[in-house]
């Protein structure tokens, strides 16, 4: 079953992850299906792993990983449940391309590759206009 429901409310899509302000890093739902989401997020300079303007590597594993629970939390929210918490297991691979500025608005697929008692293996790819700027492999597990 697929969803196209591009939606950037913020109180939504917080609802579905762990995390809270000033630590979110996912603003939109772009598409989900049970395989994959693509997610949204635009930079402000406010945020925690601005750096004189870049967003640093750190926070574009961390928008990775939320993006993970973003799926996840949007399909315990399909279910009628409550989103779980979730943790980031381990980190098989990272590459950045380069670093996004301030006022740059990422889009993340992520993949899920396996999923097995609360622990799934995914790929992430995030791009800036399109162009792909950060590859990771990670396993997420639940609480």
Not at 10 to 39: A, D, G, K, T, W
Not at 71 to 91: E, N, Q, S
Not at 107 to 125: P, Q, R, Y
Request: aromatic share 8%; hydrophobic share 40%; net charge negative.
């Amino acid at each position: 079953m697929e969803h196209q429901l591009p939606t950037s409310d913020q109180n939504f899509v917080e609802s579905l992850i762990p995390q809270r302000f000033p630590f979110v890093m996912v603003h939109e739902i772009m598409e989900y299906n049970e395989e994959n989401l693509i997610s949204g997020f635009e930079i402000k300079e406010d945020n925690i792993f601005v750096q004189e303007g870049i967003f640093q590597a750190s926070g574009l594993i961390e928008h990775q990983a939320q993006s993970v629970a973003l799926h996840t939390g949007y399909k315990y929210f399909l279910l009628g449940k409550d989103a779980p918490t979730g943790y980031i297991g381990a980190i098989k691979s990272f590459e950045a391309e380069t670093l996004p500025e301030t006022g740059d608005r990422l889009t993340s697929e992520v993949a899920i590759l396996n999923e097995v008692m609360g622990v799934t293996l995914v790929d992430v790819v995030t791009k800036l206009n399109g162009t792909i700027i950060a590859k990771s492999q990670m396993k997420t597990a639940v609480k």
